[in-house]
C-alpha cells in the first residue's frame, strides 16, 4: 500500500511542476517575486509551507514585545546596529481524551502530551538570532541559539544532550547553529544542530500566523511529525540559491536526533530542493539517507546498525487560493532493508496528509487536517505491538481576541477536536477508535 502511495504521490509532484510552472509563465508578469530570496530561511511568502522556517529577519524593526522593552531600556538600538534580535513564546495547554479516564491511561499516539486529561506546560522558548542573506554575495556571520523549558522538551533531546533528565518539565538547547555566506557565491554554509527540514509541520508552535508561517496551524501533531520525520538534525548544510524560484541545500548530519553522541557513527545524506513559481505556489522536497538505528536518545540505546540504511523522502506543497484561503499537502514515506530485532525483509511506514486554513477575519482562522499513515514495520515507527493503519480528521480554530492590541495582539488560542481510527486495536483498552479535544494559548514576546 505504501508503495503504491509513493508512485501516485511521484505523479503528482511532476504533475505540479508542470502545471505550476504554466502557472508562473501566466502570472510571473503580474506576480512580484517573494521579498525575501532566501525562501524558508527568513520570512516566506506566504504560501510557504511551515518547513524549518524562521522569524523576519533580524535587521527588520524590532515589533516583538521583548526587542520593545528591550527599546525602552535603551537595550535594543545597539542589539540593532549588528542585526541581532531576541524573541520567544510561551506555551500551555489542556488535552482531554475521552476514551481515558485516567490521567496515565493511553497511549494516545497523537502528540508529545503523556499528560493527558491535564493542564500543561507544553514549553517556553527563547531566541538570539543573526540572520543572513546569501543573495546578497558578501560574506557574512550570523546565528540563532533556541532553548526551551517544558513538558515537551523531554520528547525532542536530541542523542548526548539533555537526555538524562526526568521529571515533567525539562530543558533543552533545541538550535544552535552559525551561517556563514560568501562574497560572489548566493551561498551559505550552517553547520550545528537545527530543527530537521522535513514535513509540512515543525516542533516550535505557530507563532506568526495560523497557517503558512513558521511552524503549526494545530495544537496536535500529525502521525507524520511524530514517527516518520526526525525532530532535529546535527551537522553541516549548504545552501545555494539559484534564483527566487528556485533554492538547493545539500550537506550531512550525524542522524535522526544525534548530537554530541552518535548511536552508529555514520553521517547521513541531507538534501532539499525548493521550488517557489510564484507567491502562491510552494513545493519543498527532502531525502534524507543514512542508517538511522537507533534514532532514540540516553545511555541505554541498543547497538547502533550502521549497514541498513534508512531512505525517507518528504514533501510539502502549498497552494494558496485567494488571501483567505490556503491548501496544503504533506505525504512521509520511509523504508529500511531491514531493523534488528524483527524478522523479515524491508520495513515501510509512512502516510499522506491533506491541510486547509480559511481565515474568515483576523480574528478567526479555522484549521483542518485529513492524514492516513501506515506502520508496514511491525508497529515499529509508533510503538504499538503491531503493524496498522491509521486514519485521522482534525479541526481547529485559531483565535487572535485582541489582534489590533499593541500587546495582546501577541496572544493566540487553539481549540481543538480530533477523530483517530485505527484498522487494530491499539487504542487504550483495544479501541480501535479515539476521540479526543485539546486546547492551548500561545504569547508570543
Not at 548526548?160 to 521529571?167: F, H, I, V
Not at 545552501?239 to 538547493?248: A, D, E, H, I, R
Not at 520511509?334 to 496528509?353: D, M, Y
Amino acid at each position: 500500500m505504501i508503495k503504491f502511495v509513493v508512485a501516485v504521490a511521484c505523479y503528482a509532484l511532476a504533475a505540479t511542476f508542470t502545471n505550476t510552472s504554466l502557472l508562473y509563465a501566466d502570472e510571473k508578469a503580474l506576480a512580484a517575486p517573494p521579498d525575501n530570496k532566501e525562501t524558508q530561511e527568513a520570512k516566506p511568502p506566504a504560501a510557504t509551507p511551515p518547513s524549518a522556517t524562521e522569524p523576519p529577519p533580524a535587521t527588520a524593526a524590532p515589533t516583538g514585545l521583548l526587542m520593545s522593552a528591550l527599546g525602552k531600556a535603551g537595550i535594543a538600538e545597539p542589539l540593532n546596529k549588528v542585526g541581532i534580535n531576541l524573541y520567544g513564546y510561551v506555551e500551555g495547554g489542556y488535552f482531554r481524551d475521552f476514551s481515558a479516564p485516567s490521567i496515565h491511561d493511553g497511549p494516545t499516539f497523537i502528540g508529545y502530551d503523556s499528560f493527558k486529561n491535564t493542564a500543561i506546560l507544553d514549553k517556553i522558548s527563547l531566541n538570539v538570532e543573526r540572520t543572513v542573506d546569501p543573495t546578497k554575495k558578501q560574506f557574512d556571520v550570523g546565528f540563532r541559539v533556541e532553548g526551551i523549558y517544558g513538558a515537551d522538551a523531554a520528547f525532542i533531546h536530541s542523542n548526548g544532550m539533555g537526555d538524562t533528565q526526568t521529571g515533567r518539565n525539562q530543558w533543552d538547547p533545541l538550535q544552535a547553529y552559525v551561517d556563514v555566506t560568501f562574497p560572489d557565491m548566493p551561498v551559505r554554509l550552517r553547520v550545528g544542530k537545527w530543527i530537521e527540514l522535513a514535513g509540512f509541520e515543525q516542533f516550535s508552535a505557530n507563532i506568526y500566523g495560523a497557517f503558512g508561517d513558521p511552524s503549526r496551524a494545530l495544537y496536535s501533531y500529525s502521525y507524520q511529525f511524530l514517527y516518520a520525520e526526525p525532530g532535529t538534525q546535527t551537522g553541516a548544510l549548504g545552501t545555494y540559491v539559484l534564483n527566487p524560484q528556485w533554492t538547493f541545500d545539500a550537506g550531512f548530519t550525524r542522524g535522526w536526533n544525534q548530537s554530541l553522541r552518535d548511536a552508529n557513527g555514520v553521517l547521513d545524506f541531507l538534501g532539499r530542493v525548493t521550488f517557489t513559481p510564484s507567491d502562491k505556489t510552494s513545493i519543498i522536497f527532502v531525502m534524507t539517507e543514512g542508517p538511522e538505528f537507533p534514532a532514540g536518545v540516553g545511555r541505554k540505546l541498543p547497538s547502533g546498525d550502521s549497514r541498513d540504511w534508512w531512505t525517507a523522502l518528504d514533501l510539502a506543497i502549498t497552494q494558496k487560493i485567494t488571501d483567505k484561503l490556503s491548501l496544503g499537502l504533506g505525504f512521509d514515506y520511509v523504508e529500511t532493508p531491514h531493523i534488528p530485532g524483527l524478522t523479515g525483509g524491508a520495513k515501510q511506514w509512512g502516510g499522506v496528509a491533506d491541510y486547509v486554513s480559511y481565515a474568515f477575519d483576523p480574528h478567526f482562522t479555522l484549521n483542518t487536517r485529513l492524514e492516513w499513515y501506515e506502520d508496514a514495520a511491525n508497529g515499529f515507527s509508533t510503538g504499538a505491538p503491531v503493524s496498522a493503519n491509521y486514519y485521522e480528521a482534525t479541526v481547529g480554530v485559531a483565535i487572535k481576541p485582541f489582534p489590533k492590541d499593541k500587546i495582546l495582539c501577541c496572544l493566540l488560542f487553539r481549540p481543538e477536536v480530533r477523530y483517530d481510527y485505527s484498522d487494530r486495536s491499539v487504542f487504550n483498552s483495544g479501541d480501535h477508535n479515539q476521540f479526543t479535544f485539546s486546547v492551548d494559548a500561545i504569547l508570543t514576546f
